[in-house]
């Protein structure tokens, strides 16, 4: 277990070329079972929902920071409920009225905190900050972004402080983070059922934003969303991306910076797709459909996922014994599954020179997965169900992010206003 928590990966490593794809290590008594690579990451997405679980996995590491009611703390069913209303906010319409309040945000931050005197940058907490505002303006509506200097911001930050795996090893541990995470929760609530009751006074007024569609959405059964569970869901999507988003987005910048030529190609072909010319003062600002069409910044955002994987380790609880495929293993009930997608992913049997960052390999049919592009409908609209892929960054089946092209439309629109304004290198120091 110590072993494992100081390098997880070096650990799954050498213990799959001892063990093969699937083993067993304790961790405080939990009975951890890894399964790795292909066969492993088919089996640990796929596996019989009746059988294996992410809800009895991750629930008492997740309410804390979500709140009750949504996501894990709800039986399967009604989460994909939940993700099916999600989706509704995730159209091309809502995108298209998202990519101009993106280019917003991230040229008002640039103006206001990278002063001309400055030309050293911490990146880590710029592009944080970029994404959080990226973010809730889209997600949760301007209301809720005119409030993030007023104690909105520090709101999720307390609630961000409780992302620790000491929660999920010791849930019953009468933490202060856990004390702090419900006040910070009623605050929320208390600004989210303001917002609310204020819009629903207007409702001839539509918003393009995540908000207005879960004010909108129903239950199968013909129920909306309380107030409070439609704060929690939007806390839950902020949460849950915006770690994701900002390590990729950084480390996306970090490898732009140590490879200018790559840089300096995006830049050629952005300008390209939204008819600017190289050297302009202007910069054209470009529409959704723009967007999609970078497809150099596509193969950054992808390689930069592919080999810095923000969630390295995903997690599921066998309620009832499991047969692993093709092997003569059985996993008994009250074991933990541990996948781990960045073994596969960091593989040299899949990818040449694999721990290189080479956005051009996605240009080869690497691009998708050839072997099963099997797809089904969970209930919020089809979605892969094969895990046969070596890289998976946004997981597959019932529990695949339902944010996955969100996060490329922010990432890829944010790298676009950075690299129009900036030539990026690395701090010598």
């Known amino acids: 277990m110590v072993e494992f928590g100081i390098d997880p990966i070096k650990f799954i490593r050498k213990n799959q070329k001892i063990h093969g794809n699937f083993f067993t290590f304790l961790m405080f008594g939990r009975r951890m079972t890894v399964c790795v690579d292909i066969d492993g990451n088919d089996f640990a ?56 309040i993106f280019i917003k945000e991230v040229n008002q931050y640039v103006d206001k905190h990278w002063t001309k005197d400055e030309d050293t940058i911490d990146l880590l907490q710029s592009i944080s900050e970029m994404i959080i505002m990226t973010a809730s303006h889209t997600l949760m509506g301007p209301e809720i972004r005119s409030k993030l200097h007023e104690g909105v911001a520090d709101l999720y930050h307390t609630l961000d402080a409780c992302f620790t795996p000491i929660r999920f090893l010791f849930e019953w541990l009468p933490l202060p983070s856990y004390y702090s995470s419900v006040k910070a929760h009623a605050e929320l609530d208390r600004i989210f059922s303001s917002v609310i009751s204020e819009r629903r ?58 490879n200018p030529d790559v840089a300096n190609a995006a830049r050629v072909e952005n300008r390209y797709k939204v008819g600017g010319k190289l ?126 092209q969100f996060s490329y439309v922010q990432i890829k629109t944010i790298l676009y206003v950075l690299l129009s304004r900036f030539d990026f290198s690395l701090d010598p120091k």
């Not at 019989?48 to 629930?59: F, G, I, L, Q, R």
């Not at 918003?207 to 939007?234: F, T």
């Not at 839950?236 to 910076?257: P, V």
């Open 45 to 100: 997405f796929n596996a019989k929902h009746s059988c294996v679980t992410a809800e009895d996995a991750y629930n008492s590491f997740t309410k804390p920071i979500f709140g009750e009611g949504v996501v894990y703390d709800v039986p399967n069913s009604v989460l994909m409920e939940q993700k099916r209303m999600i989706k509704a906010g995730l159209s091309a319409d809502n995108f298209r009225a998202y990519v101009p």
């Open 201 to 258: 006074k207007h409702t001839g007024e539509r918003h393009m934003d995540m908000l207005d569609a879960l004010m909108e959405a129903r239950y199968k059964s013909g129920e909306g969303l309380s107030d409070k569970h439609i704060g929690n869901v939007l806390i839950a999507l902020l949460m849950g991306g915006q770690h994701s988003s900002a390590a990729t987005t950084m480390w996306a910048l970090l490898n732009l910076a140590a």
């Open 279 to 404: 050297g302009a003062k202007d910069i054209p600002e470009p529409s959704y459909d723009d967007v999609k069409e970078f497809a150099i910044l596509d193969n950054i955002v992808r390689e930069t996922l592919r080999i810095r994987a923000p969630l390295i380790e995903l997690m599921r609880k066998v309620v009832k014994p499991v047969a692993i495929p093709n092997t003569s293993f059985v996993i008994p009930a009250g074991n933990y599954i541990l996948a781990m997608p960045i073994i596969s992913a960091t593989d040299e049997k899949y990818y040449k020179d694999a721990e290189d960052w080479i956005p051009s390999r996605w240009n080869t049919a690497e691009k998708e997965d050839a072997m099963d592009k099997a797809t089904t409908d969970y209930g919020f609209g089809a979605t892969t169900t094969s895990a046969r892929s070596p890289t998976l960054p946004f997981g597959a089946g019932r529990h695949r992010c339902i944010g996955e």
